[in-house]
């Protein structure tokens, strides 16, 4: 480890024999046919978030539309700020938006589906009964009570696993409100669950 | 585990975006490579269609459960001969200037008077669509919405009894709505006059040349169909999810390329062959499409689906049942009538129904090759 030069840091997103999609973006510019390679390489996973936030029904409409919009779009798209991914996600995350009343009255049902029973049991036990019957009680609940703003950095977080700098770069927001945001979701989302897991409080915020 | 981990863990893997759902996206999202404009509205709709339709898609309905597929027969099955004579037939249809294809989609939903429930058939909607056979002669995509109705004759007797009401208030997934006896006419959308050409196989952009080019080789084509490419892009935890292994989900890939591609007859053949020889797909023998067809039919059982109370499903819809996928193919052309599925063990909103139960349909009402520029028909089909 001492001694060895510094070198540039790994591309980002670069797992190893994958297309530089950047690249492929602004050949599309010139033809528009090889956008379809970004929507391959693309669209299960856009497809699989929106799904998961507002059900199977719904995706399919917001997974096609955020590729229409990327498409029409793509023009407007800087490589400099963010990976085509990233970029793909906010665009998703703008017409997730459309759909926040029902988001949020889908967590609020979820909610009613009531609390998981503690019995007791360790901690890591608990918390593993609570996300192993899937998204409903005091997490949906706890969710469904985030602003607007708070429950996009979250969950580009936790479901789409983007960094912080690429959630501000596919919100277009600064990269200290991603962390303010997150770390009061994540406090917000502890504070619910507390009653079911004590040990909660006192785990300091590492968002 | 953090709340992070928590929130992954409670929100799961959802099923991958089906055949059709990628096919028309890219399709709408082609329309605009080749055009600069949006096609939406119907086009978008069709593709929607057995989304909304495919009740194991449908939200508040989870998949239990992964009964293993029926072993093969082994045993001379005079149904599946049946479908292998209509392959026969299949191979000997000409082709033309333009290709066009009218599907007849719908959903069956309960209706629950104190005078006895019935069935309704809503989301009932039919497609007309065009493709010239070279780039430049150009396509069409026609929509309209047909009535809901009574789905048997019985459920007529029902629905009269009711006092014969022209609105249907039923439970769709997640919501209430309220089909009606209304109809629209054929609206049409974005149509391009330079467009043609071009089709969607199994997610993949293919010329008419291409497709000519198809192997009829039915190993051929059960490799070429019924395995999930990762090369496409579609990251490989989510391709193990679209279970090709499954005969429910071969049907499915082998109804999308019947119903949306001009296949040879040489290759519709092939791919006929070829389902009758993937384990868990049956014959049923003698079948009659929703629209009194009288076809042979191809089936495998899904998994049992369950309705609970998680996305606000009321008592009476909620529970277990389960259906089969269903083909239906013409004995003399060994062209697809009706892709649909079927009861098989009644439950949930459909415990007094019984099995052989339409739980919804994609009829293909005509389709082929002609040398005169297609007009949807003005007939209503039901």
Redesign the interface.
């Known amino acids: 480890m001492t001694g060895e030069p510094l070198t540039a840091d790994p591309p980002r997103s670069g797992s190893p024999g994958r297309t530089d999609h950047s690249a492929v973006l602004r050949t599309s510019l010139q033809d528009?046919?090889r956008?379809?390679?970004i929507?391959?390489?693309?669209?299960?996973?856009i497809?699989?978030y929106a799904?998961?936030r507002l059900?199977?029904?719904a995706?399919?409409?917001i997974?096609?539309q955020t590729?229409?919009e990327a498409?029409?779009r793509r023009d407007r798209y800087d490589a400099s700020r963010a990976g085509v991914r990233t970029w793909l996600y906010g665009i998703a995350t703008n017409v997730i938006g459309r759909h926040r009343r029902s988001e949020v009255r889908?967590l609020r049902?979820?909610a009613r589906?009531g609390p998981v029973q503690d019995e007791g049991g360790h901690a890591?036990r608990v918390?593993?009964r609570?996300?192993?019957?899937?998204?409903?009680g005091r997490?949906a609940g706890a969710?469904a009570e985030l602003s607007d703003g708070e429950r996009d950095v979250?969950?580009l977080?936790?479901?789409a696993d983007l960094g912080h700098e690429e959630v501000a770069a596919a919100l277009g927001i600064p990269y200290g409100t991603v962390g303010s945001r997150l770390s009061r979701a994540?406090r917000k989302?502890?504070e619910a669950?507390g009653g079911t897991n004590p040990m909660r409080e006192v785990e300091d915020d590492?968002g | 585990?953090?709340?992070?981990?928590?929130?992954?863990?409670?929100?799961?893997?959802?099923?991958?975006?089906t055949m059709r759902?990628?096919t028309?996206?890219?399709a709408?999202?082609?329309g605009?490579?080749?055009r600069g404009r949006?096609r939406s509205g119907w086009r978008?709709k069709a593709?929607?269609g057995v989304?909304?339709v495919g009740a194991a898609?449908?939200?508040?309905i989870a998949t239990v459960g992964s009964g293993s597929p029926a072993p093969p027969s082994s045993r001379l099955d005079l149904g599946k001969q049946a479908v292998l004579a209509a392959a026969e037939k299949a191979e000997k249809q000409p082709t033309g200037k333009y290709w066009f294809t009218d599907h007849v989609t719908g959903q069956s939903y309960m209706m629950r008077p104190k005078t006895g429930s019935y069935a309704i058939v809503g989301a009932h909607d039919e497609y007309f669509s065009w493709t010239g056979v070279k780039t430049g002669l150009g396509e069409g995509f026609f929509g309209r919405s047909l009535p809901a109705r009574p789905l048997t004759r019985q459920d007529e007797a029902a629905w009269r009894r009711a006092g014969s009401p022209s609105k249907f208030r039923v439970w769709s997934?997640?919501h209430y709505y309220t089909y009606d006896r209304g109809k629209t006419g054929w609206e049409v959308d974005d149509p391009d006059p330079k467009g043609g050409g071009a089709f969607y196989l199994n997610?993949r952009?293919m010329t008419v040349a291409e497709i000519q080019n198809l192997p009829s080789d039915p190993d051929a084509l059960a490799k070429l169909l019924f395995t999930r490419t990762a090369e496409?892009?579609?990251?490989d935890r989510?391709a193990k999810r679209l279970d090709m292994s499954k005969p429910d989900v071969k049907l499915r890939v082998a109804a999308d390329a019947l119903e949306n591609t001009p296949l040879p007859p040489r290759v519709r053949a092939g791919l006929m062959r070829a389902l009758t020889e993937q384990p868990g797909i049956r014959s049923l023998g003698a079948a009659t499409d929703p629209l009194g067809r009288r076809g042979v039919a191809l089936a495998a059982d899904q998994d049992p689906t369950t309705v609970d109370?998680?996305?606000?499903a009321p008592a009476e819809e909620q529970g277990t049942y389960r259906v089969r996928s269903e083909l239906i193919f013409n004995p003399a052309t060994g062209e697809l009538l009706s892709d649909q599925e079927v009861l098989t063990e009644p439950g949930g909103p459909y415990r007094d129904r019984r099995p052989g139960f339409v739980v919804n349909y994609w009829i293909v009402r005509a389709s082929g090759w002609t040398n005169t520029l297609p007009r949807p028909a003005a007939e209503l089909p039901f």
């Open positions: 528009p046919e956008f379809g390679d929507f391959d390489a693309y669209f299960a996973e497809h699989g799904a998961k059900g199977p029904d995706a399919s409409d997974a096609a590729f229409l498409f029409r889908g049902a979820r589906l890591d918390d593993a609570v996300s192993a019957q899937g998204l409903r997490l969710l979250l969950l977080v936790a479901l994540r989302v502890r669950l590492h | 585990m953090d709340e992070l981990q928590m929130i992954r863990e409670a929100y799961g893997e959802p099923a991958p975006p759902e990628m028309e996206a890219r709408r999202m082609s605009e490579t080749r949006a978008l593709g929607l989304v909304a898609a449908a939200a508040g997934n997640d997610g952009k496409r892009g579609v990251p989510r109370r998680e996305y606000g």
